[in-house]
């Protein structure tokens, strides 16, 4: 059974910076045809894609991360990373992690992820 489990999230004031975590167990973190990225879903709002890191280690962001979040993984933690600076008000979110069983990402279709961790809140204040 694969789990996924985030953490990291917290409150910040505009302008600041977390780091969320993500450990993977249950299975061995990359397969050679896996996907991992970060969602996020706002109140009221659809899940979108936030980041994603490829099988071959490529990664992806969504348009409005604009340079403010990186993506990174350690395989022999079995860990993702996501590193946010620059933090605004509307990044305040709950963010998710997820698993995709094909070698490249999809940002756009969260549904296609065939594992999600349970989230953790990130909440930025101005």
């Known amino acids: 059974q694969v789990q996924l489990v985030e953490s990291g999230g917290g409150s910040v004031q505009a302008g600041g910076s977390l780091r969320l975590s993500c450990a993977v167990s249950g299975a061995t973190y990359r397969y050679s045809k896996s996907c991992m990225a970060w969602f996020r879903q706002a109140p009221g709002k659809e899940r979108e894609g936030v980041a994603a890191i490829d099988s071959d280690g490529s990664t992806r962001y969504g348009d409005f991360v604009k340079g403010r979040f990186t993506i990174s993984e350690d395989n022999a933690k079995n860990t993702l990373y996501l590193q946010m600076v620059s933090l605004k008000p509307e990044d305040s979110a709950m963010y998710y992690c997820?698993?995709?069983?094909?070698?490249?990402?999809?940002?756009?279709?969260?549904?296609?992820?065939?594992?999600w961790g349970q989230g953790t809140r990130v909440t930025v204040s101005s």
């Open positions: 997820a698993r995709y069983l094909w070698h490249t990402c999809n940002l756009g279709t969260a549904s296609l992820y065939n594992y």
